[in-house]
């Protein structure tokens, strides 16, 4: 990969948006250590041609923070700011864009909406309820083991990583059994959508289809409510205001969306992290008491999301000794910021017992992932369950045939043929 030994804005290092991404695949390490080496604020090619506009990659810590914490100069809204057609999918570029991807979710507002709805989904969301979840998800774990225990050998992704969580948030949510194999399907192709600049008539048409699935099952759920996340969405009511049924099918895709390929993630690449590392899965085997801490180093030395969703300068400011436009568009590179030397001792060895103060897994700011506290107990459950029933757990296959899935905001393992 050749990065030259440059900042001038418009002289990209790096383009993050090219079709050959393979750096941040197979060693992004590497990359985030000389990203960081050329500074905290490093310019990088617009996604769009013919745009007299700037992006940065924010690559330390600290310049990290402050783009995902100052609402007031960095927004993810570029409607708010006069910036349209920047992030693909949207209700500019086509009349069939899928009306669910085109909503105001938590994700693609600041305040005052974020909130709002934040607040309401949060009423169903709350922490006490979540605590609860953990009976369950240590029976579906154990559920899903038994499945394989006398096989000797698993794909971990398939029968462990990914039927884990997309079990759990199912049940949470009231989506029948049945329909969880083409969820994934929807999901994955979802997860190839999300970019700047992306035109993919078939990840148009999967989002689509997934966006009238979710529509279908809210409708359902107002006809015959039951004891479900749904049902209790449909229900609530807080001072007057309620998501409306174009905003409930955005909330819903994305928590059905997220709420299971973050924690896949988490458990497919924690578990390749452990086997790359045998002497800190000895450890971690040796003291199960050390998962807590196990999942939260995990996170950061090679969390589910190298890059947070992209924010857009509000105004012109300087950052990281860099001039930034109003409307420059802003790439916070989490898996570099939490890498960051200044931040971490030794921050490219995995150390499961490390006490790390704060890491930026699920980001930071209002926009601080909601399900975290849900991903922390599912990754807890599935480490400790993993390691405890199945402590010989190795590669059955060369390490080097392990492949990886990208899309512009994570990584994740394809397959993991594991032996137990």
């Known amino acids: 990969m050749n990065i030259p030994d440059q900042t001038t804005p418009g002289e990209a290092a790096f383009n993050p948006f090219s079709g050959d991404s393979a750096a ?3 060693n992004p390490f590497a990359l985030f250590e000389l990203l960081r080496s050329m500074g905290a604020v490093v310019p990088i090619p617009f996604p769009l041609p013919g745009m007299d506009r700037q992006a940065w990659a924010i690559t330390r810590m600290e310049e990290v923070v402050q783009v995902l914490k100052d609402h007031a100069h960095f927004t993810v809204d570029p409607s708010s700011i006069g910036v349209n057609s920047l992030l693909g999918h949207n209700a500019a570029e086509t009349s069939d864009t899928p009306t669910f991807f085109t909503s105001k979710t ?10 709002r709805l934040r607040l309401l989904v949060s009423k169903a969301f709350t922490p006490r309820y979540i605590e609860s979840l953990r009976p369950r998800v240590q029976e579906i774990a154990d559920e899903l083991l038994d499945r394989v225990q006398d096989q000797g050998e698993m794909d971990l992704i398939k029968d462990y990583a990914y039927p884990l969580p997309i079990n759990v948030i199912s049940e949470m949510l009231g989506v029948p059994h049945a329909d969880r194999a083409q969820i994934r399907v929807w999901s994955e192709a979802l997860a190839r959508g999300l970019g700047i600049g992306k035109r993919d008539p078939e990840v148009t048409t999967h989002m689509r289809a997934f966006g009238e699935y979710v529509t279908r099952l809210v409708a359902d759920k107002r006809l015959q409510p039951a004891d479900d996340l749904i049902s209790h969405l449909i229900a609530i009511e ?4 309620r998501l409306s049924e174009t905003e409930m099918i955005s909330m819903l895709t994305l928590l059905i969306f997220a709420g299971h390929e973050t924690t896949s993630n988490l458990i497919g690449t924690g578990t390749l992290m ?27 030395f090679s969390g589910p999301a190298n890059i947070a969703g992209p924010r857009f300068a509000t105004e012109d400011i300087e950052l990281g ?9 802003i790439i916070p590179f989490l898996g570099s910021a939490n890498h960051d030397e200044s931040q971490f001792t030794q921050p490219d060895e995995l150390d499961i017992a490390r006490t790390i103060s704060r890491h930026l897994a699920f980001g930071q700011g209002i926009h601080t992932c909601l399900g975290a506290p ?3 107990i ?4 599935a480490f400790t369950t993993l390691l405890k029933r199945m402590p010989n757990l190795r590669f059955s296959v060369p390490r080097e045939s392990v492949t990886w899935h990208y899309a512009l905001v994570s990584r994740s393992v394809a397959s993991l043929p594991v032996a137990f």
Not at 281 to 300: C, F, G, W
């Open 321 to 329: 000794g860099q001039q930034i436009k109003k409307g420059d568009l």
């Open 274 to 300: 452990l086997l790359d590392h045998p002497d800190q899965l000895e450890r971690l085997k040796t003291d199960l008491s050390l998962v807590p801490a196990a999942v939260e180093e995990l996170l950061r």
């Open 378 to 381: 599912e990754g807890d459950i």
């Open 238 to 241: 807080e001072e007057g205001d």
């Open 106 to 115: 938590m994700l693609s507002v600041d305040e005052p909406d974020h909130r």
């Open 374 to 376: 849900l991903a922390r």
């Open 24 to 26: 941040l695949v197979e």
